[in-house]
């Protein structure tokens, strides 16, 4: 089967480095998304990877290991606005226009 | 400003009253999505479209229709709503669906209460 786990909930305080993992398990790969999603509002749209390796967008970075079957989501600088939840998502293998979402991560950064 | 853009925001209606939500996105993106959201259940798919006259179910389509007449509207109907579909639901767009990196662009979302 095709499915994506993460944690349900992290903290970190303001000006810290935090790591959100997620790892996947699907029968072919066609890249990873990362999304960023306030309480109430509408996901956007942070990164993708499809290769390996690391790759950095500002505060943000995004890993991801093919072999492994598994990313992360690196936030430097923590600020109080980083506290949303963090959807990993990846295109289904028998359909890749569809995505198979994770449930997301609850980020709270505390001050 | 590229946008996708729903409507309304907020709707509470009573169970049977037929509704929609409209979306339209001016990117001129080939792929649209229906979504909706629920605590525990994250992001389940209604349906989507890859193009003009071309729709397809996603996870969670019972209760629901779309259509694809124009490129830029991709409408969610429900033809007689319940209370189990009282839900958050998001409208999506992209350039060529689940594929590349551009991503989806999200609209601000319909949080819809059915009693």
């Known amino acids: 089967g095709q499915n994506i786990d993460q944690p349900t909930e992290m903290t970190a305080t303001e000006g810290a480095i935090v790591q959100i993992n997620c790892t996947y398990q699907?029968?072919?790969?066609?890249?990873l998304f990362w999304y960023q999603q306030h309480a109430g509002e509408a996901p956007t749209f942070l990164s993708y990877?499809?290769l390996d390796g690391l790759e950095e967008k500002g505060r943000f970075s995004s890993f991801l290991s093919r072999s492994k079957g598994y990313s992360y989501l690196l936030l430097k600088e923590l600020q109080m606005k980083d506290s949303a939840s963090y959807l990993c998502a990846v295109p289904n293998a028998g359909n890749n226009r569809k995505l198979i979402w994770g449930l997301g991560t609850s980020l709270a950064v505390n001050p | 400003e590229a946008q996708v853009t729903q409507n309304p925001r907020y709707l509470i209606t009573v169970t049977g009253k037929k509704l929609t939500v409209t979306c339209s996105q001016n990117m001129n993106h080939e792929y649209m999505s229906w979504y909706r959201q629920d605590p525990g259940l994250g992001l389940r798919q209604i349906y989507y479209?890859?193009?003009?006259?071309?729709?397809d179910k996603g996870d969670v389509p019972e209760g629901y229709k779309v259509s694809r007449k124009e490129k830029r509207n991709f409408p969610l109907i429900l033809e007689s709503p319940s209370p189990n579909q009282t839900s958050l639901y998001f409208c999506a767009s992209s350039l060529s669906g689940g594929t590349g990196g551009s991503g989806y662009t999200f609209g601000s979302g319909t949080r819809l209460t059915v009693v």
């Open positions: 699907t029968s072919g790969f066609n890249g």
């Open positions: 990877n499809v």
């Open positions: 479209s890859m193009n003009v006259e071309v729709t």
